[in-house]
């Protein structure tokens, strides 16, 4: 029988795959989240923070962003977009923004706090948007690092709000 | 004990008591679902689409967001905000765009595909909108008929998202 | 000389090219805006509109977003995309909302107000909307039509923002 | 005679005026777009900075913005707003996010490039965010830091374009 729509496990993992493909593990956009959530959140581990990515992936907006933008970074390493789009997005062309706003897009399914993570580790090139913005390697990540950094911020409003939500059932830990 | 936050269950309780306050019951937003959707999802009932609606309103920055708007309607109202805001949300100006900003960030929260539901019942005026944009009442309603708006879309997004994994763990209601 | 970059000029030029060889004149887009905004314009002309779509489209971003929406619209029409993107955007499937994205992206330019405008014109498929939306033809039309109901209704808030710096300069033409 | 609306010269004063009363001049933001963009832009002065920041703050979009925050922010200074919404902005609470979704507003109007910006100067505290952030003074100025790290941002966005557009116009000062 044929589906009249493409069946989500199929869009969830290929989402997950792209990511691997592309030489990114759970652990690297998770060890983001970590750096911008531990100072607010005591005892936090990794795990929940490796948790709290895979959240984020489950979400059918944010896979369909994940396999436009990681589609447009292999479509332009291969050399087979038009020009000049080609060249914008190779040179990953300061004044070309798609790759921010479908970044911004997977930021708005956490509410507007985590605006402000996502440019400060965009900023920062920290963990592994160092190494995804490391232009000598032939490799185009202009969507995947903001992807990524987008993935992490999401990850870290999701941890905020249900450390709130912990905080409150358990009255007696608050000083 | 105090808390060092505001608990989360009087901002919720807040944000439904404001929407009553102005007039506005569950029924009236589930309304607007129900035009919506009832189209793509066959057998849909009002009761679903207040469900749906009651799911959107637990949502921390849908509440954030009505609390806000709602106020800014309330104060104007009685005449207490400065020249010149004062008279741009009491002639809700053609050219004052707020309101919509907060409508925008609801519906961002699912995701992109409820933006055009949103822009086509806050053009015709459908069910409710019609009444919060009677000028002739002196209420106030600038920020709330775009919220309600916002609300009733969102709330259709997330039954279409809903439908669709019904769907897929039946696939024999497929044809 | 090479340039660090890819010239203003060749960008420009390339959107233009790319909407007329995808079958859409500015008149097209004009007739959209002339819908929106000739009721609350007095003696709006077609030339008025043609003008504003042109400043609209003058601008770096929507350059940007319509190189990059009609690219994946060519692209998927050749069946070159990996599945299960090219599926996605072949059935332009409902929950796939990166298209309201991108046309988002470009109303933002223009303020709030184009909002329901857009949304509007969407779903009513009014004027070329109804022809891109067209899917016996073979031709994927996934991101343009909403990129072009998108610019449509940003050259319709900046002729409204126009036409109340005009009034305010004549101020005897007010009732 | 009496316009129908509000004299789009009154909003932009009143806009001005307002910034002034909450303590902040041009200079204060111009510095935070000097910060920003002076890495990238060889010999700019702060006089080109300030000249941005004015072109920003004669946006309608921006002036309604800022009105909106900033009375938000006297209001919750005065006790004149319900609770919870009082306490909400008053605490500065981590989990409101309606001060980043007008920031973001206005970031929008001048595309996607400025979002990053934004965020790294709110978490920095950069310059005069650094005395907003001072919750010891009894000043509520919840909506005013964002509100100014965007305006910061978006005229740095503008200067990147308008660089941009020098460089071409002048080929031979580029190696």
Do not use: W
Not at 7 to 31: C, H, K, N, T, Y
Not at 47 to 64: H, T
Not at 106 to 121: A, D, K, M, Q, V
Not at 137 to 148: E, I, M, Q, W
């Amino acid at each position: 029988m044929e589906y009249p729509f493409v069946p989500s496990e199929d869009v969830e993992q290929a989402a997950v795959q792209a990511l691997q493909m592309r030489g990114i593990q759970l652990e690297d956009i998770a060890q983001l989240t970590y750096f911008l959530q531990s100072p607010y959140i005591p005892d936090l581990t990794m795990e929940e923070c490796v948790g709290s990515v895979k959240s984020v992936l489950r979400k059918r907006e944010v896979q369909n962003t994940l396999l436009t933008g990681i589609e447009l970074d292999i479509l332009t390493e291969k050399g087979q977009l038009s020009a000049p789009l080609q060249q914008l997005i190779q040179k990953d062309e300061s004044l070309y923004g798609v790759d921010e706003v479908l970044a911004l897009s997977i930021l708005n399914i956490y509410g507007s706090i985590g605006f402000t993570n996502y440019g400060y580790i965009d900023k920062l090139k920290q963990g592994v948007l160092e190494r995804l913005n490391d232009k000598t390697t032939g490799k185009v990540n202009a969507f995947l690092d903001d992807l990524v950094g987008a993935i992490a911020a999401a990850a870290s409003s999701r941890l905020a709000h249900r450390y709130r939500a912990e905080l409150e059932q358990k009255p007696d830990t608050l000083s």
